[in-house]
């Protein structure tokens, strides 16, 4: 199975952006149990898998993962991701953007960034030329043979730009710097509209044509009250209960 027979699999499947490192720039970026040499010794090359615009979801919709309760999304990507590693001899590993191992979480923002998958931008998460902020990096494949390492994006879309995305921000949560994930989670909890949509992230300039529909940006937006969920917005409210103007109405 060569690198682009599975890149084609993939991409079937609605994952339509990759980008590739080799395990020498993999492993410094990645917590030590997650290191090759360490969670799949003998591999030598990394995917990093991805899914921009709305390809995924629609994949997504017609899988029989669509009509389950519980983290519909993830078992898909999770099934889809182990079925193109059974492809791969000898099999290939695999991690996903929701696995913890010692605790820790794969730094997907980074390694979808050194791979090249989209730059930096004010909102806080990965901008593409093409598909602007509607991306998302979901998975790995850890290779059992080389690849040619992608290079970082030179794309610097933020710089410049008007940011109609911090005067639209709900919160008033993004700026020059970037973007407060507390902040952001604080007006999530506080704020209907920040539960089924992101006013910030639809007025970004770059790609808006490749919006997530409605459900979609809701799927993603949504807060799903586990215990620690739970134990970390009471600790964000307690922490800025009046919001300091930013979340609070
Ligand atoms: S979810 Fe709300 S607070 Fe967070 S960036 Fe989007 S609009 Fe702003
Ligand atoms: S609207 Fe402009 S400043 Fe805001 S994220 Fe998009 S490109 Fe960056």
Redesign the pocket.
Known sequence: MSLEQIRAGLETAGFNLSGTLSPEQFDPLVPEVWQSKHHVPGCRGILVVGSGGRALWSAFARSPEAGLREDPLDRYTARVVGEVADTILPRAGIGLYWEKRDKQYLPMMKLGERAGLGTPGR?GILLHPEFGPWLAVRALLYLPFPVDPGEPQSFDPCNGCPAPCAA????Q??HEAG?EPSD?FR??VL?R??RVG????SACVVGPEHAYTPTQLAHH?RIRWRRPVLGYALRTLLADPLGRGR?AS
């Open positions: 909102l639209a921000c709900l919160g949560v993004v973007l952001c007006t999530r704020k509209g920040c992101c006013a910030a992230r937006q979340g």
